[in-house]
């Protein structure tokens, strides 16, 4: 846990975000992030759907507090857009309300948040609204319910660690939905805190919108998770066509090909742009053993020792505070 608090922590620090931005990718995020422009992310996208893998795209973007950024933001994903539509690739967008001015205007984030749909809706490209931490829970559904009612072609996530989960699975169940654990630290009475709650919570989700659910994207990198979904389906009946397997872009790239070579729907989350660090500390946070599987990529003697001092520090911080408690 100690170690989930220091990436959420550095994901967090506006300093080392725009630090990572000066230096691009010479960080060492290169091998989980398709790129820092369209271009480099289109070509990654059609390598994979070479392979039998379709995509869903996040155009990166961090500690939105202008409108114009949010403008800049929502007409990049328009971009994007066309561009799928342009090489008739096999991906959607996933986006993120803050991203869009969510912490701005309500009311303004909405109104790009409907020009995108709009956009995607006229290409059949579908758009899923990526949820965060707490704070933007709510108001991230109530623009889903609100945008549904002019649009068919939008999914949402749901984060397994909230208590709301359950609600929330069962009043969207219509939706096409990403099931994932969580990536955010959230206080106890809104979320589950241990490990074990939070798996055993994921796999009870993933059960029930199975069952029940429109259409289920299984956002997992975990082997076991995986293979109990595989005994599940085929003990209940359910067909290939209601299900996706979902990894994130440089991890466990065998695996990657081996599910969608054995037939199963499989879509990589193919993130791009200079805004690339909160993301990949969170993916560090969320799942630790993400460290493992990209250490040898990522963590090399090119590495600039930013990460490494500003995570010590970070750390020291909190230990320190814990003893003068």
């Known amino acids: 846990m100690v170690l989930k608090d220091v ?50 795209v996040d155009n990166l973007g961090e500690f939105v507090f202008e409108k114009s950024e949010a403008t800049e933001a929502k007409n990049q994903i328009l971009e994007v857009i066309e561009a799928i539509h342009e090489h008739q690739a096999d991906a959607h967008i996933s986006l993120k309300p803050s991203q869009l001015g969510l912490d701005i205007d309500y009311s303004f984030c909405l109104e790009n948040l409907r020009e995108i749909a709009a956009r995607a809706y006229q290409y059949g490209i579908f758009i899923n609204i990526d949820m965060e931490d707490y704070n933007r829970l709510q108001p991230s559904f109530d ?38 654990k969580g990536a955010y630290k959230e206080p106890e009475d809104v979320a589950f805190q241990t490990k074990e709650e ?17 259409f289920t994207s299984i956002a997992t990198h975990d082997h076991r998770v995986i293979n109990h979904v595989k005994q599940f389906v085929k003990e209940h009946q359910i067909s290939n066509d209601k299900f996706e397997f979902q990894m994130l872009y440089g991890f466990r790239k065998e695996m990657q090909l081996d599910l969608a070579s054995e037939g199963y729907n499989f879509c990589t989350y193919v993130p791009f742009g200079h805004d690339w660090y909160g993301y990949f500390m969170r993916r560090l946070a969320e799942r630790p053993q993400n460290l493992n599987l990209v250490a040898k990529q990522v963590f090399t003697k090119k590495t600039n020792t930013i990460i490494g001092v500003a995570a010590g520090a970070f750390l020291l911080g909190r230990l320190t505070k814990r003893r003068n408690k």
């Open 7 to 56: 990436f959420i922590g550095l994901s967090q620090n506006q300093f080392l975000n725009n630090t990572a931005k000066k230096y691009g990718l010479k960080l060492g995020a290169q091998s989980v992030v398709a790129g820092t422009n369209l271009t480099e992310a289109i070509k990654s996208i059609k390598e994979l759907n070479a392979k039998g893998i379709s995509c869903t």
């Open 143 to 180: 623009m889903l319910d609100e945008l549904s009612k002019e649009y068919d072609n939008l999914g949402t996530v749901i984060q397994a660690y909230f208590f709301r989960a359950d609600d929330d699975i069962e009043k969207y169940k219509n939706y096409r939905l990403r099931i994932v």
């Open 198 to 214: 939070i798996d055993k919570h994921y796999i009870q989700l993933i059960e029930w919108h199975l069952l029940n659910g429109k």
